[in-house]
């Protein structure tokens, strides 16, 4: 079920996992996943919204849309900052979480695809990254794993950093 690219590593509580999510149950069981690892080794999560980012702006306000929102949404964004962006369902999922005992949250990026899911992560300091096989679909996977720029710094920088495949099925 699940395809691991990178050597496991060891417990490193205090890490960050960062994985997929949506508006739909597509990327459930990355999320279940993901949520299982934290819980067992006391990670932090950050739920990353694949479907945030659109055509016609950013999910965030920007500098011209409020003056001094930037400070309001910072890398992580807690249930209460997800609902002001319209984003209920990933609050929801942030709630679920939570009452797991994992201390989580949530991203709205403004761009689309892996090259900006890796330069987060890069940002972030995430220990393990997980994904959806579907991504193969859109040559994502393989553009994350191999193929951007910032998927060659993130390996660069953070050698420890894991991403996991998890089937969609």
Same mark, same amino acid.
Not at 5 to 22: K, S, W, Y
């Given at each position: ?16 996992? &960062? ?22 080794? @006391? ?22 849309? +409020?003056? +001094? ?36 949250? @949530? ?7 892996? +090259? ?8 972030? @300091?995430?220990?393990? &990254? ?12 393989? +553009? ?26």
């Amino acid at each position: 079920m699940v395809d691991e690219v990178a050597q496991a590593q060891p417990d490193r509580t205090g890490q960050t996992i &960062i994985a997929l999510t949506g508006d739909d149950d597509e990327y459930r069981a990355v999320r279940k996943q993901a949520m299982d690892s934290a819980a067992k080794h @006391g990670h932090s999560l950050i739920l990353y919204d694949w479907d945030a980012p659109t055509f016609l702006g950013s999910p965030l306000p920007t500098w011209w849309s +409020g003056e +001094g929102s930037e400070e309001l949404f910072s890398g992580r964004l807690d249930q209460t900052q997800l609902r002001a962006a319209g984003r209920a369902i990933i609050a929801d999922q942030v709630a679920e979480a939570q009452a797991l005992g994992i201390e989580a949250g @949530g991203w709205l990026p403004a761009e689309h695809g892996p +090259g900006a899911l890796a330069a987060y992560a890069l940002e972030q @300091g995430a220990s393990t &990254i997980f994904v959806s096989s579907a991504l193969q679909d859109v040559g994502g996977l393989d +553009g994350l794993l191999h193929g951007t720029d910032q998927a060659a710094a993130l390996d660069r920088a953070t050698p420890a950093c894991t991403v996991v495949v998890v089937d969609r099925r």
